[in-house]
DNA sequence: AATATAGTTGACGTTTACGTAAACGTCAAC
DNA sequence: GTTGACGTTTACGTAAACGTCAACTATATT
């Protein structure tokens, strides 16, 4: 039993912890933090995790979740919806509920920032005069931006 | 010490810790918040705070520097140098210097932002041509979203 | 006086996504 | 037979910006 278990090189069936940490550039203490969310349970070897490459699949998508704003909550829900046998039609409606709703709270948040990269640049370019031309500011200026 | 005392209507010169909050949109335990971090120090008459329009405008300040982004901590500094009487010049060049800052973060932020919305209504997309081609997903549309 | 109203302090709770140490097991290599 | 790398569990810590609650106090009105 060494040759033969031995994976080969690139397709890996199974992974470390530290393997799938290291591909996904996480710690393998974020990796742990999941599976006590329920994100993902891989099979043990003892007590060493042995990662498959659907769970590989899974932390995948918990990433990409993470990176498209989605709370680990949300994603466990995608996630549990979806392994069942048959039908994924609930699991697809969910996700796809929750993806509109996060790209609006996206597109609002989007709309914030634009509205604060505005008054920031009003605000940088008035304390830009007030430093060129020295002035005095006694109680105008921090009205300004602070 | 009533109809005296007490303030005429609109343009006030006192205000209580209440009127503030509702005018601000905020709690009173907000505001005592702020105060605990050193952002206010209204003066008092026995216990209960009584801010004047000084107060009332770092409260304003504070205020929109939370809704730009600013943590706490900056909008203290930035209040901080203000007060001192001289020269306001190193309060406006570090306030200066913390908007540009900001300005990038938000900028970044932004960046982030279009890519993940990009991202979502691609998906989304996808999710429903799956839903109306009635796609038994087998493993494939994981991919996708979740 | 007693209730009502507003205000105060202090301390702990909340949320999210992990970090960080402690203390120990396991396995291959030297 | 020890070293070193990697792994495990348990559990408390962190950061930000407040919320919540309990127990008082102070003032005003009934």
Redesign the interface.
Known sequence: MNASTKIDKDDRVQFSITELAEEFGVTSRTIRFYEDKGLVNPEREGTTRIYSRKDR?RLK?IL??R???FSLQD?KK??DM?SPKG???G???F??QK??E??EK??A??TD??E??S???D??AQ??E??ASGD??ADG???T??
Chains 1, 2 share one sequence.
């Open positions: 699949g998508i990409r979740g990176r498209l704003g994603i995608m996630l979806y039908e994924p039609t699991q697809l409606t996700t796809l993806c509109e996060q790209l996206l597109i948040q989007r920032i634009n604060a990269i008054e920031l640049e605000g940088i304390l830009r007030h430093l005095n500011v200026c921090k009205k931006i602070a």
